[in-house]
Structures are given as structure tokens and as C-alpha cells.
């Protein structure tokens, strides 16, 4: 028993450190992304609005797929490993998710808080940073979590290009006849995203000591 | 030499010109109140004085200095509006105060933020600090707010919020305090506790320029009061003329109207 419960959490490793990576750099690339697609330069708006549109609009397993094969067939440099590939797919689709919240945080500031740190003598960079920034925190906190949450179970898709993650891990018990293996799978996501879920939940309170 | 002098300033929105080739002179310590209907053209006026509108024609000169001329490029730069707007004061309709500050954050926020460019700041430190939070404390205190420095502005009701944004404007001591319907955004029983503190300021010579729907306030605080209608000046003089005893027709029936609907 102990060697499933093992091999379990060694899937389970990886599904954490994939969801880790992805957070710590689709949260700010998705800002990058944002800038881009809120540009008054037109031509760069809308390349990055149909970028967004493509990975929003396409399925991410399709985009594991792509990111793992295209290097090769297109440059003939073949992805060096499984992960990195997984990584770039994950973090590209999901600053892609993470940019649209940050669009709708940043626009539902009211025009207001703007003019009155210009009247102020504010730099444009001050109203940004110490005005309107952790307003748009507190408004994104909430979507933001529930994406958060959704990228925990999305890390299992990376078993499509072939990385052991828990639940391709327990699948193989299966093929010896072993079902209670796969289906423990989903305690280890229930505990997870019950721990995550607490976090995000002190989060939203710590700014509830203002009214946006 | 007046402190303020605008001359000649219009300003166009697609279509539709909102500002026609106004111009007009503030003395130091006069309070002016502009009145007029919606649409008037009020508001883009002085929003044009701070900045947050860039004229399509006209100057705008203080204390003898250019700080804007249309006909210019070289006045419109970025870095030169931002010190230039700092000769203007504005309280909006809506307060906007900032929603993560407390009342005495949201006063000294951009008054510590400015003197971060001061060349002594990094030997006079906190000197300089505690010189502008005792500053806010006492403008606020002048407000009747010393009791509420440590409250969000949710915790405050919309009169004290008003006020907070006053106080908030005057820690800058700009030249000129504009108003922009302070009281419109209040309910009734909250408007007079934000006149009082506008009424205290014109006692004490602060030049104002405020734009209001308030009558009888403006014919009591006002040196001058401006008429506008549709984009220009109709009328223009002291309050017991314009608004005691209009020698224009507009005037005469903008004032039948408003009191007409009750208001005093």
C-alpha cells in the first residue's frame, strides 16, 4: 500500500509544482498582457487582444500539444523537456485569463481617482501604484481565486504530453486492477484547494478594512 | 495685477462647443461663484483650470505667469502641467477621496509624495514629514474633522467626506481653491455643514472659484458671480446684481426658474 500512497504523492509533487511556477509567473506577464491590450497604440492593442482571444478561445490541452511539438517542427529545436514545455503552455494560457481580470479590475476604477491624484500633482506612475493599484486587488481577488482554484485541477491535463502527475500516476494501478487509487486522487485536490481556499479567503478579509 | 486672467479660452467636444471664447479676471481673496444651468458649461471650465480639459484656444495666466497658451505646444508638456495644476485647487462633486487612505492619509498623501523631489529631503526627512502631517492634522481640525483622522472615508458621512476632500485640496495650498458642485452629491441635511466650511474660507481670503446651484449661498459668500449660459458669459458682476437684480434676460429667467421650483 505504501508504494501507491507513494507514488501518489510523487505524481502530486509535480501537479504542485507546476501550479506554482504558473502562478508565480502568469501573475505578472498577465499584467504585462494587460498594458498590451489596454494600449492607446492601436496596432499593439489589437495584437494582443487576439492573442488573448486565441488562448482564450482554444482548448489548453490543444496548447500543450502545440507548445511541446511546434519548436521542433518549426525551428528544429525540439523541446528540451516535457515540463518546461507544460510550464510555457500553462503560463501563457493563463496570463492570458489573468490579464482579462486585471482589464476589468483596472477598468472599473472610477475616472474619478485618477483626476483627483492629478489635480494632486501625482505622476501618472504614483496614481497607478499608490491610488489605484490595491483597488483593483480588492476587486480581483475574488475572480482571481476562483482561477487559482480551476489551475490546481487544470494541472492534471499535462499528463496529455506525457508528465506523470497524480492522476496519471494512479491510472496505472488501475491497469492492475486497482481502482481505489484513481479515486483517492481527488483527496489530495479536496485537501489542496481546502488550504488554498482558507489563504484566499484571509486574503479578501485583510482588505475589507476599505470600501471600493 | 489679478491672480488669475483668463483669456479668450474655448474648448470644443466633437461636435459641440462647450467653452465659447470665455474670458475673465480673479483678484487675490475674491471668491467667485459661477452659476448657470447643466450644460452651461461650468463644470468644463474649470476643469480646464486644472488641467483635467486642455483648452482649444485661450490663455491662462497666474500671478502674471503663462502657465497655459493654447497657441503653444511647449506649455501643454507633461512634467509642466503637473507643477503648473499645483496653482489649482479642486474639490469635485463626487469627493473622490481615495477608499484605502484614512482621512489624514488621504491629506497627506500627495503633499508627501511631492516632497520626495525636494532637494533636502534625504536630510530633513523626517522633519519634513512630521512638518505635513501636523499641517493635514491642523487643516482637518479646521474642518471640524479633528476627531475623525483615523477613518475611512466609508466610515464618514457624505458631508465629512466633503470635507475631507476640502482639506485635502487646501494641504497644497494652491493659489486658487476651485469647487465643482460641492454640495450637488449630498443630501439636504448634509449640505450646510460643507457651506460652513466654504463660508469660513471666504471670511479668511481664500481666493475661490465655485461653481454651484446654491443661490442664496453664493449671493451671501460671493465677491462676483459669473452667469453662464450655453458656453458663454452672459453675466457677470456682484451677486446683489447678477443674482439680486439681473439686468440680462437669461439671467432674469434662469433665476425665475430656479426659484420658481422652490429652492431659496
Known amino acids: ?8 504523492f510523487e505524481g502530486f509533487w509535480l501537479n504542485i509544482r507546476l501550479f506554482i511556477l504558473t502562478l508565480a509567473m502568469a501573475i505578472p506577464l498577465g499584467l504585462v498582457i494587460t498594458f498590451g491590450s ?4 492601436k496596432p499593439l492593442k489589437w495584437l494582443v487582444r487576439t492573442f488573448v482571444w486565441i488562448i482564450r478561445g482554444t482548448p489548453l490541452m490543444l496548447q500543450l500539444f502545440v507548445v511541446l511539438y511546434s519548436p521542433g517542427l518549426l525551428f528544429g529545436t525540439p523541446m528540451k523537456s516535457r515540463m518546461t514545455a507544460a510550464i510555457v503552455a500553462f503560463v501563457v494560457n493563463y496570463a492570458a485569463y489573468f490579464s482579462e481580470i486585471y482589464r476589468g479590475g483596472i477598468e472599473s476604477i472610477p475616472k474619478g481617482q485618477y483626476e483627483a491624484g492629478a489635480v494632486l500633482g501625482m505622476t501618472k506612475p504614483q496614481v497607478f501604484f499608490k491610488v489605484i493599484l490595491l483597488q483593483v486587488i480588492k476587486r480581483i481577488v475574488p ?8 489551475l490546481t485541477k487544470d494541472t492534471a491535463l499535462a499528463r496529455v504530453i506525457g508528465i506523470a502527475e497524480i492522476i496519471m500516476c494512479a491510472e496505472r494501478f488501475t491497469k492492475q486492477g486497482l481502482i481505489w487509487p484513481l479515486f483517492s486522487t481527488g483527496l489530495f485536490f479536496l485537501v489542496f484547494n481546502g488550504v488554498l481556499t482558507i489563504v484566499l479567503g484571509r486574503l479578501e478579509r485583510r482588505l475589507d478594512y476599505f470600501k471600493v | ?21 470665455i474670458s475673465f479676471s480673479l483678484e487675490k481673496g475674491e471668491t467667485l461663484s459661477v452659476i448657470g444651468s447643466s450644460g452651461s458649461g461650468k463644470t468644463t471650465l474649470l476643469r480646464c483650470l486644472n488641467f483635467l480639459e486642455t483648452p482649444d484656444t485661450g490663455t491662462i495666466t497666474v500671478n502674471g505667469e503663462v502657465i497655459f497658451d493654447a497657441a503653444d505646444p511647449a506649455s501643454r508638456s507633461e512634467k509642466g502641467i503637473r507643477e503648473k495644476r499645483l496653482h489649482f485647487g479642486l474639490v469635485f462633486q463626487s469627493f473622490n ?25 534625504k536630510t530633513r526627512k523626517n522633519e519634513i514629514r512630521e512638518e505635513i502631517i501636523n499641517n493635514a492634522k ?3 481640525d479646521s474642518v471640524g474633522l479633528s476627531s475623525k483622522l483615523d477613518f475611512y472615508p466609508h466610515q464618514l458621512s457624505g458631508g465629512q467626506q466633503q470635507r475631507v476632500a476640502i482639506a485635502r485640496a487646501l494641504a497644497l495650498n494652491p493659489d486658487i481653491l476651485c469647487f465643482d458642485e460641492p454640495t450637488s452629491a449630498l443630501d439636504p441635511e448634509l449640505t450646510g455643514e460643507v457651506l460652513r466650511v466654504i463660508r469660513e474660507l471666504a471670511e479668511r481670503k481664500t481666493t475661490m472659484i465655485i461653481v454651484t446651484h ?4 453664493a449671493r451671501q459668500v460671493s465677491d462676483n458671480v459669473m452667469f453662464m449660459d450655453d458656453g458663454v458669459i452672459v453675466e457677470y458682476g456682484p451677486p446683489e446684481q447678477v443674482i439680486g437684480n439681473p439686468r440680462e434676460e437669461r439671467t432674469k429667467r434662469f433665476l425665475e426658474r430656479y426659484f420658481e421650483n422652490g429652492n431659496t
Do not use: C, H
Not at chain 1, 489596454?38 to 497604440?41: A, N, Q, V
Not at chain 2, 477621496?97 to 529631503?121: C, H, I, M, S, W
Not at chain 2, 446654491?214 to 449661498?217: A, C, K, P, T
Open chain 2, 97 to 121: 477621496l481615495f477608499p484605502q487612505y484614512t482621512a489624514l492619509q488621504n491629506v497627506t498623501l500627495a503633499g508627501l509624495l511631492l516632497a520626495k523631489e525636494r532637494p533636502d529631503y
Open chain 2, 138 to 140: 491642523a487643516i482637518l
Open chain 2, 1 to 21: 495685477m489679478p491672480i488669475l486672467e483668463v483669456r479668450n479660452l474655448s474648448k470644443r467636444f466633437d461636435d459641440t462647443e462647450v467653452i465659447k471664447d
Open chain 2, 214 to 217: 446654491e443661490m442664496s449661498f
Open chain 1, 38 to 41: 489596454m494600449s492607446r497604440f
Open chain 1, 1 to 8: 500500500m505504501n508504494i501507491y500512497i507513494s507514488s501518489l
Open chain 1, 143 to 150: 475572480p482571481m481565486s476562483n482561477e487559482i482554484i480551476t
